[in-house]
């Protein structure tokens, strides 16, 4: 026992192109692999840099200290007024720190933060415990050392290295960024190169659905791409050969069933004399006719107007003649004539998919006949309205279907459930539609659309393969 199909929805998180979910996972990638490099180098490489300085700042205001506690007094308030020390000291914030650091102000200032705290650390624990220090973030940054001159403390700004600023940093971040698009970059162009040829499938794959047979699918891409492609090709191939030999045995056995019926009838003439037996002369030359009918009815669903070139023309002419002929028939269609330009149709296939339609409704409609003609979205509409007893809404996407007739068609005779099939092969062979929909006040309209635009041409392989017909 096969289980079924479950298609999921995608993710509502979850982009729905190919392209775009690609460059996506490259550019979590890239992050993901900067995000460990960056914190490798934190750890690694900046920490101990920042380290090395910080012994070396150390050792030299180890020595400035010592040195001024070792001048005369006189010489080493000299000292401290030519460094500008200050007696006092500075204002210091909650984390240590003097002045303001406006967080969010420079995307930097979390990782200036972490090379500070770090540097002033490794500091503080390089200085004997007499000789705090004090970050100043105001105009420029600056660090206050306390150092002794003639006997006091006094606080003096030194200047910062390079190891202490975050330049190095700074690189590392753009370059991540540089590298995040750079993944953007080559994911849009490793997808633009692979949905190339999907495009080129999706668009072969709508052709075969409106019955038009594509050009073979290149080959020589990726070998994914290729197998996909080759697989459609023979899938192609397989379908022509299934049309070919459909057509051929339809055209065989209305040649084959039409030889016995032609002779059949030269025999009745032969063999009854005329005025005898005419009750049964015709019946017998009805049931031959229905039989002929059916037969001509296989033969144009086989056909359906493949072979025929398409030509400029004019609907609403088209629409008009069969109105006028049908009404010498003694069938009245209302005509409500909708401006239409000419464009290109095969006239003799869209002569009998109106037709068809016509005819559906004179039988199953008789009464509120009407040809209505219109331009929408790019679209020639013609459509066929009665006021008949209309029809079930799970009976119409069936109808279309060979052999299928409605349950109001039971009752009537010389059909075989072909003429709509007919119809939806001629208007998606046009690359048209034809749908059904129920009249207002009561009955059915067949909505036939053609599209204004010109035909694709038919491959080679189309027209030898209708030829048996």
Not at 135 to 150: G, P
Not at 366 to 384: K, M, P, Y
Request: glycine share 8%; with cysteine; proline share 6%.
């Amino acid at each position: 026992m096969t289980r079924p199909f479950i298609m999921r929805a995608p993710s509502r998180w979850l982009p729905r192109s190919l392209l775009s979910r690609n460059i996506a996972l490259l550019v979590a990638l890239v992050a993901l692999t900067q995000a460990c490099s960056f914190g490798a180098l934190l750890h690694f490489v900046q920490r101990p840099r920042i380290e090395r300085a910080s012994i070396i700042f150390a050792d030299y205001v180890e020595m400035l200290d010592s040195t001024l506690a070792a001048m005369p007094p006189a010489e080493g308030r000299a000292a401290a007024a030519r460094l500008n020390a200050h007696r006092a000291a500075p204002a210091a914030s909650a984390d240590g720190t003097n002045g303001s650091d406006a967080p969010g102000a420079n995307p930097l200032h979390v990782f200036q933060t972490w090379q500070r705290d770090v540097f002033i650390e490794a500091l503080q624990r390089h200085l004997p415990a007499d000789v705090p220090v004090r970050w100043e973030s105001s105009d420029e940054a600056r660090l206050w050392i306390r150092v002794h001159a003639a006997g006091e403390p006094v606080w003096v700004a030194l200047p910062m290295t390079a190891d202490a600023q975050a330049s190095g940093i700074t690189t590392a971040i753009v370059l991540s960024i540089g590298l995040a698009l750079l993944a953007a970059f080559t994911g849009w162009l490793i997808q633009r190169h692979l949905n190339r040829p999907l495009a080129e499938l999706a668009h072969a794959a709508r052709r075969v659905s409106a019955g038009i047979a594509p050009a073979p699918l290149p080959t020589d891409g990726p070998t994914e791409i290729a197998e996909v492609s080759q697989a459609f090709n023979q899938m192609t191939a397989a379908l022509q050969q299934a049309e070919a030999t459909r057509a051929l045995m339809l055209a065989g056995v209305s040649h084959d069933i039409r030889t016995p019926l032609t002779k059949l009838r030269l025999a009745m003439a032969m063999a009854l004399p005329r005025g005898t037996h005419d009750k049964l002369v015709d019946s017998a030359e009805g049931y031959l006719d229905h039989i002929d009918t059916i037969l001509q009815q296989f033969m144009d669903y086989a056909g359906s107007g493949e072979r025929e070139a398409p030509l400029p023309g004019d609907l609403n002419a088209l629409a008009g003649q069969l109105v006028a002929d049908f009404a010498g028939l003694g069938h009245e269609f209302d005509f409500e004539e909708g401006a239409l330009p000419r464009f290109a149709f095969r006239p003799v296939a869209v002569m009998r998919l109106l037709m068809n339609l016509m005819q559906n409704a004179v039988v199953y409609g008789r009464t509120g006949l009407c040809v209505r003609t219109w331009q929408a979205g790019g679209h020639a509409c013609v459509a066929i309205c009665d006021r008949g007893n209309g029809i079930r809404a799970e009976e119409l996407e069936r109808l279309k279907s060979p052999f299928s007739r409605g349950d109001n068609a039971r009752t009537h005779s010389g059909g075989t459930g072909l003429g709509l099939a007919i119809v939806e092969r001629i208007a998606r062979l046009h690359g048209g539609s034809l749908d059904f929909a129920g009249r207002a006040g009561g009955g059915l309209e067949a909505v036939v659309r053609l599209p204004l635009h010109q035909l694709p041409t038919q491959s080679p392989g189309a027209d030898q393969r209708h030829t048996a017909t």
